[in-house]
């Protein structure tokens, strides 16, 4: 049987730009990821999905397909932790393969640990009670009247202390939000955002004193 190629969507590598603070940059187009048959099947399962037409990500990315592996939970619940971050962190305009993000670390999370993996899994499970059978097609209410029930135990709070940093911190989402590395140049600290032209001066008894040398 002959190998088959699956492209997967990720984000680059930060690396040295050149930049004379040297800061690191992250590329806003992620790359094609050569996946063979063999290494797709090795996993528990694969989440699959598809850039919307009106995210800004389907110009850059090489495939509007995007798949993720997943070796430490099954897709199911792949696709319920997906769908429980877009509750935590809505964001209507932000595509799923940013959300996929923070699967991807939840399921490493998941392979490395047992007890993780078990918190995640019991997680979903009561979900899907709740349900009677897929969570993931249980209505907008009640999604997030299940989630919000959840706030403060350890499944919320595992997903929701991954997703805050998986989700705001890769090219895809400073591309969207337009605010970090997004343009290669070390973020708002070069973009002059303390140029405050348009307001007044305070006045100097206002400003404390300055410190002198030494």
Same mark, same amino acid.
């Given at each position: ?9 990720? %984000? ?15 590329? @806003?187009?992620? %790359? ?25 990500? @389907?110009?850059?990315? /090489? ?13 199911? !619940?792949?696709?319920? +932790? ?6 935590? *962190? #809505? ?5 799923? &393969?940013? *959300? ?10 998941? =392979?490395?640990? /047992?007890?993780?993996?078990?918190? +995640?899994?019991?997680?979903? @499970? =009561?979900?899907?009670? !709740? ?8 209505? #907008? ?30 090219? $895809? &989402? ?13 973020? *708002? $600290? *070069? ?7 348009? $307001? %007044?001066? %305070? #006045?100097?008894?206002?400003?404390? /004193?300055? /410190?002198?040398?030494?």
């Amino acid at each position: 049987m002959r190998d088959t190629i699956i492209p997967i969507v990720a %984000p680059r590598r930060a690396h040295d730009d050149g930049h004379p603070h040297g800061h690191a940059r992250l590329d @806003a187009a992620p %790359p094609r990821i050569a996946l063979t048959r063999r290494e797709f099947l090795r996993g528990t399962g694969v989440l699959v999905g598809t850039i919307a037409a009106s995210s800004i990500f @389907a110009s850059l990315a /090489p495939s509007r397909v995007w798949a993720l592996e997943m070796q430490g939970l099954s897709t199911h !619940q792949g696709e319920v +932790l997906l769908q429980v971050t877009r509750e935590i *962190y #809505p964001h209507a305009t932000l595509d799923d &393969a940013v *959300y996929a993000l923070v699967v991807k670390d939840l399921d490493a999370k998941a =392979k490395a640990d /047992p007890a993780v993996r078990q918190q +995640l899994a019991d997680g979903v @499970a =009561k979900l899907d009670a !709740q349900a009677g059978s897929d969570w993931t097609r249980r209505g #907008p209410a009640d999604k997030a009247h299940d989630i919000a029930a959840l706030a403060g135990t350890p499944f919320f709070n595992t997903v929701r202390s991954t997703a805050v940093v998986s989700l705001y911190s890769n090219a $895809l &989402a400073y591309q969207h939000f337009g605010y970090g590395a997004a343009q290669g140049d070390g973020g *708002y $600290l *070069y973009q002059g955002f303390n140029n405050l032209s348009w $307001l %007044p001066d %305070p #006045p100097a008894a206002d400003s404390g /004193p300055i /410190p002198k040398d030494g």
